[in-house]
């Protein structure tokens, strides 16, 4: 039961075009959604999150859209630059402090 | 303070052996978390602790599984009688309790021979 899926296991983009990242969701009950990125050999690191009740959040490069009606969010990164590289994940959370992640996708950023 | 540590990095083990790992928390957050990784897979919950107290595990937790918060600052997790589904990377997080982006560590892999 894959309540947080991202279809797409890899995206590139050249440098300074933008990055988009798509993240489907099945549970209307999630109350918060958030992003991460992962490089080789490390943990995830935080990258942006939004609330349910809103439909944007935008931080520097970083924008989250949420589409409550169609379950979906997405991440846009603009420009896109080569230290972007790495996988992001998609991640819900539901009422509680655990969150259900998504598989990730690959971005490679190429000059 | 350096965020979350993990210890050790690796570790490689053979089938049926018990293993432990800790979790140095950021020192002011309150919650912890363990998380597991396979690959191609995003990180899948495991337990949470608030202060000392374990308030949620998941199933895949299962009884070979047990961790531990004992003072409400570092924790272990350790797995006994390990298999080699067991291998995968064991990821630990923590925050404060207001705060939704917790903070990862640099995990610990592990490899069942």
């Known amino acids: 039961d894959q309540q947080v899926k991202q279809n797409s296991p890899s995206l590139s983009v050249q440098e300074g075009r933008i990055s988009i990242l798509n993240c489907d969701y099945t549970?209307?009950?999630?109350?918060?959604f958030l992003w991460y990125k992962k490089y080789p050999a490390e943990g995830p690191t935080f990258l942006i999150s939004?609330?349910?009740?809103?439909d944007k959040n935008e931080d520097g490069r970083f924008t989250v859209f949420l589409n409550k009606s169609a379950k979906h969010l997405s991440l846009h990164i603009v420009p896109s630059q080569p230290g972007d590289s790495a996988v992001y994940f998609c991640?819900?959370?539901?009422?509680?402090?655990?969150?259900?992640f998504g598989t990730g996708t690959r971005l490679q950023v190429f000059p | 303070d350096t965020g979350v540590s993990q210890n050790p990095r690796h570790k490689i083990t053979k089938r049926g052996q018990n293993v432990t790992f800790r979790c140095d928390p950021i020192?002011?957050?309150?919650?912890l978390y363990w998380y597991r990784q396979t690959l191609g897979q995003g990180p899948e919950f495991l337990t949470y602790?608030?202060?000392?107290?374990?308030?949620?595990k998941s199933r895949l937790l299962s009884d070979r599984f047990s961790a531990e918060r004992p003072k409400g600052s570092f924790s272990t997790l350790e797995i006994q009688r390990t298999e080699q589904g067991d291998s995968a990377m064991y990821l630990c997080?923590?925050?404060?309790?207001?705060?939704?982006?917790?903070?990862f560590g640099s995990g610990t892999r592990l490899t069942v021979v």
């Open positions: 997080a923590s925050s404060p309790d207001s705060d939704y982006g917790y903070t």
């Open positions: 549970n209307s009950m999630f109350d918060y």
């Open positions: 939004i609330s349910s009740i809103k």
């Open positions: 991640a819900a959370r539901l009422h509680t402090d655990k969150l259900i």
């Open positions: 020192s002011e957050h309150n919650r």
């Open positions: 602790f608030q202060n000392e107290a374990q308030l949620e």
